[in-house]
């Protein structure tokens, strides 16, 4: 861990804090490491929101309100930008950027069991079985050598708030063990990352929980290390381990820097589930963490992050198991969509504002759908023959619905996109396939991932 005091330091003391641990590796050796010919990796970021328990199609993007209404979406439908599509009536910020949306209705992989098809999402399929950030960070490395944001970053609900809200399994189930190892695991800022203890200053508690105190010692260590030039004749990497610590990661992470009309634009607290929901229901055990009022916070995490360099961004929302069982379509879809709609359409508009849309490809998808058939408890059950899917930004071609699914909604009636199919696209985004075959350190089975499958080719 590395440890910094507010005593005087030696430049060689300096130097020496400068090794970050992750695993052998000093933060220096990372970033030498990181230092490889620009055109390997594209100047391009994704952020994937997933939605875990899986999401159903119907009161999302696919109302189909031409079939029955045991079948069609509960709450209606809402019109979008683009004409004669609709999406359901909790998106209604989000129809109005359809222009700005690719809306995937032939997505399937035929799953329906919640930990295997979240394992497979995150990680598409591929041989090594590690998620699609590591992957990244296999290619890219674990860190930004400009930065110092990790690229590969997880942000589940307790990321952005001070009580642990949100279904536990889903952080483990988007990292599952895999081939490559932890060391190229995403850094969760709540604290379960495989990064967080490397990144702690060796500073006491009580002042590690004043974010204010520990920003303004970072302030203080920055003018003096500018002041005093403790660091000339360091080489470049060196120099970048202490922008690592002094500019990037702290303040990347504070939500403090934005503008009050920021933080009310992403601010999801209004969609609190209503304790009458849990009221009602005899089998509540868990499910009153799975409220979605961090949702807007978790997506200007993100929003920062990307900003800051970070390649990589994971963000988890949970509770749409919606059998009715706990809580169903009737009683989830108004709180977990709405936070949805409204933190997703906040961060589109933001990426807008600041020119970064073409830079950064935001994905939202679960681990399956549901099923066409609305049950006898409000809810709908396990679907693997459909999965919702919205692509938005990355500079690829938005304003379009691809493939089509059948009168109820439960199958593709057009050629399906496939996990494959997302996987390329996501990768695509990133890296250069040709460039990266020419690295040898990069393994066989992530070569092979890169090419296995076309991208979604309307994209």
Request: proline letters at 6%; a neutral charge; aromatic letters at 6%.
């Amino acid at each position: 861990m590395l440890s910094i005091s507010p005593h005087s330091h030696s430049r060689r003391s300096f130097i020496t804090a400068g090794t970050l641990g992750i695993g052998s590796l000093a933060l220096t050796d990372l970033l030498q490491a990181r230092s490889l010919d620009p055109s390997v990796i594209r100047n391009k970021s994704v952020v994937l929101l997933f939605l875990g328990g899986g999401p159903p199609q119907h009161e999302t993007f696919d109302p189909k309100m031409e079939a029955t209404s045991d079948y069609r979406a509960m709450y209606g439908e809402t019109q979008t930008s683009l004409p004669g599509v609709t999406f359901g009536s909790h998106f209604s910020g989000l129809a109005k950027h359809a222009d700005k949306l690719a809306i995937v209705r032939c997505f399937s992989n035929g799953m329906t069991s919640h930990g295997p098809a979240t394992a497979y999402m995150a990680s598409g399929g591929n041989p090594t079985k590690a998620n699609l950030g590591n992957l990244y960070a296999r290619i890219a490395g674990t860190i930004n050598p400009r930065t110092g944001i990790p690229n590969n970053v997880i942000l589940g609900p307790r990321s952005a708030g001070a009580d642990f809200v949100g279904n536990p399994d889903y952080t483990a189930r988007l990292n599952p063990s895999n081939k490559l190892g932890a060391s190229w695991g995403p850094f969760d800022p709540s604290g379960a990352g495989n990064l967080q203890s490397d990144m702690t200053l060796g500073i006491d508690s009580p002042r590690l929980d004043d974010r204010r105190t520990l920003l303004s010692r970072l302030d203080t260590l920055r003018r003096r290390l500018d002041n005093e030039s403790i660091l000339d004749g360091a080489d470049q990497f060196t120099q970048q381990a202490f922008d690592v610590l002094l500019k990037g990661v702290a303040r990347s992470f504070d939500l403090s820097e934005e503008s009050p009309s920021i933080l009310q634009q992403y601010d999801t607290r209004e969609f609190q589930i209503p304790q009458s929901v849990f009221q009602k229901k005899p089998n509540k055990a868990g499910f009153e963490n799975q409220t979605p009022i961090f949702l807007g916070r978790q997506m200007l995490l993100a929003r920062r992050m990307v900003e800051a360099g970070c390649g990589f961004v994971t963000v988890t929302s949970t509770g749409w198991d919606l059998h009715g069982n706990r809580f169903g379509v009737d009683d989830g879809i108004p709180c977990l969509g709405g936070a949805v709609n409204k933190a997703v359409t906040a961060f589109i508009e933001d990426l807008d504002q600041r020119g970064m849309s073409d830079d950064v490809l935001l994905v939202i998808t679960g681990e399956f759908g549901r099923t066409p058939r609305i049950n006898n408890k409000a809810g709908r059950d396990h679907w693997g023959g459909i999965c919702p899917l919205l692509l938005a930004g990355g500079g690829l071609n938005m304003g379009q619905v691809i493939g089509q699914s059948d009168k109820n909604g439960g199958k593709p009636i057009s050629e399906a996109v496939t996990t494959a199919q997302l996987t390329s696209t996501i990768l695509h985004t990133l890296v250069d396939p040709g460039e990266v075959r020419l690295l040898p350190q990069i393994p066989q089975a992530i070569q092979n991932t890169l090419s296995r499958a076309d991208p979604i080719r309307q994209l």
